[in-house]
């Protein structure tokens, strides 16, 4: 499974960006950058990340830092995948 083309997936699903994330790179900043990504755009975007990595994610593992950019969120589900 190649994680980054997954994670990009997912984004590109959960925020409507009509490919537009197939030209994100890891440093590529997310939250505050991309207009889609809001406040009820992270939940969904978590809920999805969920239910395609099979991983549940805790209240209090999230913050800004996890998407700070495309590189810091598939460190996170690689974490999440290594637990």
């Known amino acids: 499974m190649?994680?980054?083309?997954?994670?990009?997936?997912?984004?590109?699903?959960v925020l409507s960006?009509?490919?537009?994330?197939?030209q994100f790179k890891l440093d590529t900043p997310l939250l505050g950058a991309i207009p889609e990504l809001d406040s009820m755009?992270?939940?969904?975007?978590?809920?999805?990340?969920?239910?395609?990595?099979?991983f549940a994610v805790d209240?209090?593992?999230i913050d800004g830092a996890v998407f700070a950019s495309?590189?810091?969120l598939i460190d996170?589900?690689?974490?999440k995948l290594a637990a």
């Open 2 to 13: 190649d994680i980054k083309n997954e994670v990009v997936s997912v984004l590109d699903d």
């Open 17 to 22: 960006l009509k490919g537009r994330g197939s």
């Open 41 to 54: 755009a992270v939940v969904a975007l978590i809920t999805a990340l969920e239910e395609r990595f099979g």
């Open 59 to 61: 209240d209090d593992e």
């Open 70 to 72: 495309l590189g810091t």
């Open 76 to 79: 996170f589900v690689q974490g």
